[in-house]
RNA sequence: GGCCCCAUCGUCUAGCGGUUAGGACAUCGGCCUCUCACGCCGGUAACCGGGGUUCGAGUCCCCGUGGGGUCGCCA
């Protein structure tokens, strides 16, 4: 297996997209497996909408989910800079190679010109723009002296086609006559995507470009660039594209589209590896993924043709599957900063316990912060229904002998615990569902949470009895009222 | 409209001429059970339509239909 150089070059222009990180993880994950070269490159050339807020957005989000670069921001490579407004240079040179051989031109219509021609056009009932060619067939002797500012266009041919083999779609041919002669460079000197992105490719030795399947009709434009500069273009691979839930474009509008919304809600980065990597690839029937067998499996044959649709169901349970195979230890360490405020953590080992009584019904860190909470309140906050269902007066005096039970224990593991209850309530002929609810509410103010001795075992000998005595004392309230 | 791409359960998909069309999520039952989860067992559920090719098509070809992409001095 040959080293591949591939690269995942978005735009500063807003946040990370998870379709770009499903386009920036195939690409990594094709460059760990060949033990190839994983480039990051900034396309900020639409300094209209490029800020360098951006730019460190998507980098954050890069770091975040781990998907770590070889070259470009930051890191630097012998390929730079990896930014393309700072590259100019580079175009203006391989531009006017192309001039020179008469595969591109200048086109000195103006703006004006062209927003003219268009509505004229669109007049004469075609909405399609096309532009007239007026400069293609000029040279230098037409070139104006007074240093008008110009564009450079290719000159694309105007029969034949373009073709090459797509690695998840196979042959694509386009007829020539359907490019334009597009333009490479902006008057102002700043390139056009498909010519920063077919030099940069070449510079930077890009030996496979992957990416989205609306790049699929800028391909034989950047193929024609190759061409006329003489190179070989570079593997190509067109994923499709991911709808939203409800089939229509994924927007904001129907799903969380930004990483930084499912850092924000508790995902693990690897969780939301996965769940990408198996939007739009398979590996036979294996749903759960760990990096490594990502990269280990991960494969071009196996990408699928068919556009993908969201669904969050299906992420959610690749998040818990991959919540639940954390061990405690790094979990405390995820979710502290998504403990609740005010919690007082008194103990790691306390935390620990407590994580491993919750990472069953977790799917977010955002959940392990809030059902691990009541475990570290001096207080406990209680759900009023469970309250009003759960201590009752009738269960008063249950948990105020349940309570003088335990505290005469001498261990207070949950085995231990177990047993005594069991003794208990053979004792007083009940059954564990005739204490179970209320002893709950009394324990965790909800009426759902882990199971009872855990619960107690976690909370330790002197905060359960506590609030077992308070929640006795509350259900006798109760009756008073 | 031109060009290009796509089409298996509700969803993600396996399938690469011969399968009772498999798995997963979701959903519906059941088991487990102190609640909620986890786990386990089971059910419902798909090859867009029409022509070919072939002894035999979900798999190959054509047409239709339906989606999608794109036609900028955006990327």
Redo the contacts with the bound molecule.
């Keep these: 297996m040959t080293a591949e150089r591939v690269r995942f070059a978005p ?1 500063p222009t807003g946040y990370l997209h998870i379709g770009g990180v499903r386009t920036a993880l195939y690409n990594w994950l094709w460059a760990r497996q060949t033990k190839g070269t994983f480039i990051l490159r900034i ?1 900020d ?2 300094t209209e ?1 490029s800020t360098a807020e951006s730019t460190q957005v998507i980098l954050d989000a890069m770091k975040w989910l781990d998907l770590d670069w070889d070259e470009g921001p930051g890191v630097g490579g012998p390929n730079g800079p990896y930014f393309q407004t700072e590259r100019v240079e580079i175009y203006k040179e391989f531009a006017d190679r192309m001039i020179e051989r008469g595969t591109a031109y200048r086109c000195y ?3 004006e010109e ?1 927003d003219a021609e268009r509505e004229r056009q669109t007049k004469a009932g075609n909405p ?2 096309r ?1 007239p060619g007026t400069w293609r067939d000029k040279g230098p002797k037409d070139w104006p002296t007074d240093g008008r500012p110009y ?1 450079v266009r290719l000159k694309s041919p105007k029969s034949g086609s373009t073709g090459w083999v797509d690695l998840v ?2 042959r ?4 020539n006559e ?1 490019q ?1 002669d597009v ?1 490479l460079i ?3 000197g700043i390139p ?3 010519f920063g992105a077919a030099i940069d490719d070449i510079t930077m030795g890009v030996t496979l470009v992957a990416r989205g ?6 391909t034989p434009v950047q193929i024609l660039i190759y061409e006329a500069l003489g190179k070989t273009p570079p593997k190509l691979a067109h994923l499709p ?1 991911i709808n939203g839930p409800d089939g ?2 994924l927007s904001k509008r129907n799903a969380a589209v930004s990483v930084a919304e499912y850092r924000d809600m508790g995902f693990l980065p690897d969780a939301v590896l996965n769940y990408l990597a ?3 690839w ?1 590996h ?2 294996q ?1 759960i993924f760990t990096r490594g067998e990502m990269i280990q499996h991960f494969d071009w044959s ?1 990408v ?6 969201y ?1 969050l ?2 992420f959610q ?1 690749v998040q818990s599957s991959h919540l639940r195979a954390v061990d405690e230890a790094k979990l405390a360490e995820l979710a502290r900063p998504y403990l609740k405020a005010g919690a007082t953590i008194d103990s790691e080992a306390r935390l620990h316990a407590a994580i491993g009584t919750v990472k ?2 977790a799917t977010t860190l955002l959940d392990v912060g809030e059902m691990v909470d009541f475990y570290f309140r001096d207080t406990l906050s209680f759900d009023e229904k469970a309250v009003a269902k759960f201590l009752v007066p009738a269960a008063a005096s249950l948990l105020g002998d349940f309570r003088a039970h335990l505290a005469a224990q001498p261990a207070f593991d949950r085995a231990s615990l177990e047993a005594a209850t069991t003794a208990w309530l053979t004792e007083r002929g009940l059954q ?2 005739d204490v ?2 209320a002893a ?1 509410v009394s324990l965790t103010g909800k ?7 855990e619960v107690l075992e976690v909370l330790g000998r002197e905060r359960a009895l506590a609030r077992l005595e308070a929640g006795a004392h509350k259900a006798s309230q109760a009756a008073s009222t």
């Design positions: 735009s396309e050339t639409d909408r219509a103006t703006k062209l399609f723009f532009y564009v779609k196979g694509i041919d386009v007829p359907q334009q333009v902006r008057s102002n056009l995507y498909n399947d609306d790049h699929v009709v800028n594209m229509k474009k198996r939007l739009g398979s036979g029937d749903e196996h699928g043709r068919t556009a993908a649709q669904d169901k299906k349970f069953t019904r564990i569902k179970a609810q709950r009426s759902q949470s882990p199971g009872l001795y």
